[in-house]
């Protein structure tokens, strides 16, 4: 089956949601510019509407994620874990902050950069 054909979900439209929000941040949209795509998210039906809306700007497409779905850190039983231990662990660059995540530390290194990294909550827990 084509991955553009698959039907798109809640979770996988506010994941474009962030990355348009992510470009005016950024200056590459300008906020009518968001305006009309965020319209256009909320009437989006497959990851190939979705793919549209971002194939200007530097991320990857919606299409190319779904292999790394589901993503943990949607709820807090299933919270992004980081652990320590004896090696290490990190997320920097450009990445989806979930709204939970566990940290432990260690022997090892943890670093969390959140310079780059998309959140579309108020709060991480």
């Known amino acids: 089956m084509d991955p553009l054909s698959l039907r798109a979900g809640d979770q996988d439209r ?16 300008t906020t009518e510019e968001l305006t009309v795509r965020q319209d256009a998210v909320a009437r989006a039906r497959t990851f190939g509407d979705l793919d549209d809306l971002v194939s200007d700007l530097p991320v990857p497409p919606p299409s190319q994620q779904l292999t790394r779905r589901p993503t ?12 320590g231990g004896m090696s290490s ?14 940290i432990s530390g260690g022997m ?17 827990n």
């Open 14 to 29: 506010e994941i474009v949601l962030g990355l348009l929000r992510q470009g005016v941040h950024e200056g590459r949209l």
């Open 72 to 83: 943990p850190g949607g709820w807090p039983d299933d919270a992004l874990r980081l652990q």
């Open 89 to 102: 662990d990190k997320r920097v660059g450009r990445w989806i902050m979930p709204e939970f995540i566990e």
């Open 108 to 124: 090892g290194t943890l670093k969390l950069d959140c310079l780059q990294a998309i959140c579309d909550h108020q709060v991480v």
